[in-house]
């Protein structure tokens, strides 16, 4: 079972940025795609939204709404995935997870991934 760790959530106003980051142990190798979804206050698990994958290639996809705002990247060799997410705005309110599957479907499916971390709240005012 692999034990993702996320961190960087808080509360911040509109038009500001915050920085997600994900961590898992050393010993385990992550081969496959790593995702960030979001799960808005009141909607269920299986709602979950897609917000940036990277995958093995180091390529990347967003979500309409998020591109341009948000980056996604890896450091292979720290073993960390990051959301860089800038201009933020209420909507964006969420606990965001990050996550793992083995490339098999679309990367914003949360019924792909293989595994979840905990999640970190970000809460955005206006």
């Known amino acids: 079972q692999v034990q993702f760790e996320e961190s960087g959530g808080g509360s911040v106003q509109a038009g500001e940025s915050l920085k997600l980051s994900c961590s898992h142990p050393k010993y385990i190798h992550i081969t496959g795609r790593m995702t960030w979804f979001r799960q808005a206050p009141g909607k269920q698990r299986d709602e979950r939204e897609g917000v940036a994958s990277i995958d093995s290639d180091g390529n990347t996809n967003y979500a309409d709404s998020m591109r341009g705002r948000f980056t996604i990247s890896k450091d292979y060799a720290k073993h960390i995935l990051t959301l860089q997410m800038n201009n933020l705005k209420p909507e964006d309110t969420a606990m965001y997870f990050c996550?793992?599957?083995?490339?098999?479907?679309?990367?914003?499916?949360?019924?792909?991934?293989?595994?979840w971390g905990k999640g970190t709240f970000v809460t955005i005012s206006s």
């Open positions: 996550a793992a599957d083995r490339e098999l479907g679309a990367w914003y499916d949360p019924y792909g991934v293989d595994y």
